[in-house]
C-alpha cells in the first residue's frame, strides 16, 4: 500500500508530461498544415490559377460579378459538397477581382462540371446562350438575352 502512494505522484508527473508533448506535436501539427494552406506559390494553387487564365482573358471586363454553377446546381447529383465548396472558393480567389457569385442570374456564368452534368444542367437554362468549353470541365456561358 505504501508503495502505490509513493508511485501515484510519479505516474501523473508522467502523464501529465506525454500531455504536454502531444499537445505540442499537436500544435506544430496544425502550424505545419497551415502554412502549405497559405502558400500561394505552391504548384497546387499556380496549377489552379493556369486553369483560368483563357477564362480570364476571355471576360469583357476585369471588374464585375459573374455567376458559378457546379454540380450542387443539378438536383439528384451526387457530389462532394467539401470539394465543390472549396473549388468555388479557389476560383473566386483566382477570379479575384472578379466576383464569382453562387447566383446564376448574371450576364456571364462559369460553370464547373463534367459533360455529362453540364447537359444535364444547360438543358434547364432558359434563354439563349453562346457556350465557350475549356479544359478541365471549365465552360464559360454568355447569356445573350441578359447583355446591354
Same mark, same amino acid.
Not at 13 to 27: A, K, N, R
Not at 38 to 63: C, M, N, Q
Given at each position: 500500500?505504501?508503495?502505490t502512494?509513493?508511485?501515484l505522484p510519479?505516474?501523473? /508527473?508522467?502523464l ?5 508533448i502531444?499537445?505540442?506535436? #499537436?500544435?506544430?501539427? !496544425?502550424i505545419s !498544415?497551415?502554412r502549405?494552406?497559405t ?5 497546387f494553387l ?5 486553369r483560368?487564365?483563357? /477564362?480570364?482573358e #476571355?471576360?469583357?471586363?476585369t471588374?464585375?460579378? /459573374?455567376?458559378?454553377a ?6 439528384g447529383?451526387n457530389?462532394d459538397p467539401?470539394?465543390?465548396e472549396?473549388?468555388h472558393v479557389?476560383?473566386?480567389y483566382?477570379?479575384s477581382?472578379?466576383?464569382? #457569385?453562387?447566383?446564376t442570374s448574371h450576364e456571364w456564368?462559369?460553370v464547373n462540371m463534367d459533360?455529362a452534368n ?6 434547364? !437554362?432558359?434563354g439563349?446562350?453562346?457556350v ?11 447569356s445573350s438575352?441578359? #447583355?446591354n
Amino acid at each position: 500500500m505504501q508503495q502505490t502512494k509513493t508511485e501515484l505522484p510519479y505516474l501523473k /508527473i508522467g502523464l501529465i508530461c506525454l500531455l504536454v508533448i502531444y499537445c505540442f506535436w #499537436s500544435v506544430i501539427q !496544425q502550424i505545419s !498544415q497551415a502554412r502549405q494552406l497559405t502558400d500561394t506559390d505552391g504548384p497546387f494553387l499556380v496549377e489552379w490559377e493556369k486553369r483560368f487564365e483563357p /477564362i480570364k482573358e #476571355s471576360l469583357p471586363f476585369t471588374h464585375g460579378v /459573374i455567376g458559378y454553377a457546379a454540380d450542387w446546381d443539378i438536383p439528384g447529383v451526387n457530389y462532394d459538397p467539401a470539394n465543390t465548396e472549396a473549388e468555388h472558393v479557389l476560383t473566386q480567389y483566382t477570379l479575384s477581382p472578379i466576383v464569382v #457569385s453562387r447566383n446564376t442570374s448574371h450576364e456571364w456564368i462559369l460553370v464547373n462540371m463534367d459533360a455529362a452534368n453540364f447537359d444535364t444542367w444547360f438543358a434547364f !437554362q432558359e434563354g439563349e446562350f453562346e457556350v465557350t468549353r475549356y479544359k478541365y470541365n471549365l465552360y464559360l456561358v454568355h447569356s445573350s438575352t441578359m #447583355s446591354n
